[in-house]
């Protein structure tokens, strides 16, 4: 017997390749993967995945991240961010979980508390992610 096919799922996903140099506001409700250089903010719902060739020279918002390549500037995240052997990052990072592998090259301060998280930033509102009610 044949099964119904109909419900077929797609997955949003963005891709700056190697060679790119962006310069700007990237705003994302899915995931992206950045291989070339972006200058600016990066607001993203999903995850993102910084590869080894990628530079982001800004501030960063995400619900999720790993990163094998260089950040220069702010980065929050609302549940993990995961630092690869091969990443370097020069500034402060905001989140709730971080994993770290030995050979990761971080310089600036890590905060986890989730009172930060919601707090705002330079981008703006708090992040989309944040569990917290505004205050009234």
Avoid: W, Y
């Avoid at 799922?9 to 291989?35: P, S």
């Avoid at 971080?98 to 707090?119: F, H, R, V, Y």
């Amino acid at each position: 017997m044949a099964r119904n096919t109909a419900e077929v799922t797609t997955m949003e996903f963005n891709r700056i390749v190697a060679g790119t140099k962006i310069h700007g506001e990237i705003e994302t409700k899915g995931d992206i993967r950045i291989d070339g250089t972006v200058v600016g903010t990066l607001n993203i719902m999903g995850k993102l995945v910084l590869g080894e060739s990628g530079k982001v020279e800004g501030e960063i918002k995400c619900k999720n991240a790993e990163v094998m390549g260089q950040i220069i500037g702010e980065i929050r995240v609302a549940e993990l961010l995961s630092l690869k052997a091969s990443s370097s990052l020069n500034g402060d990072i905001i989140t709730n979980k971080i994993s770290i592998e030995p050979g990761a090259n971080i310089s600036g301060t890590i905060n986890m508390d989730k009172e930060q998280l919601a707090a705002p930033t330079k981008l703006g509102p708090p992040n989309v992610n944040s569990q917290k009610e505004p205050a009234k």
